[in-house]
């Protein structure tokens, strides 16, 4: 699993799930945002790319728990 940020230098977070993604040499490890943006957009186009799950901070700690559970057990 991975938890991300959107916001990150070099490569934001929507670009990096587009990146692992599309490589077909890698396993898909269930990706989560983890962020303070909270629009549609971003949110619809990280789905699209392929990520599993988004938190907008703050965020309380039973929501991130849940979200883990669902995804990997």
């Given at each position: 699993m991975?938890?991300?940020d959107v916001n990150m230098p070099n490569m934001n977070g929507l670009?990096?799930?587009e990146a692992i993604n599309a490589d077909s040499?890698?396993?898909h490890p269930p990706i989560v945002m983890l962020t303070t943006e909270?629009?549609?957009e971003l949110v619809d186009r990280a789905?699209?790319?392929g990520a599993k799950?988004?938190?907008v901070?703050?965020?309380k700690p039973d929501q991130l728990v849940a979200i883990v559970t669902?995804?990997?057990g």
């Amino acid at each position: 699993m991975i938890i991300s940020d959107v916001n990150m230098p070099n490569m934001n977070g929507l670009e990096m799930v587009e990146a692992i993604n599309a490589d077909s040499s890698i396993s898909h490890p269930p990706i989560v945002m983890l962020t303070t943006e909270g629009s549609g957009e971003l949110v619809d186009r990280a789905k699209k790319a392929g990520a599993k799950g988004w938190l907008v901070k703050p965020f309380k700690p039973d929501q991130l728990v849940a979200i883990v559970t669902k995804l990997v057990g």
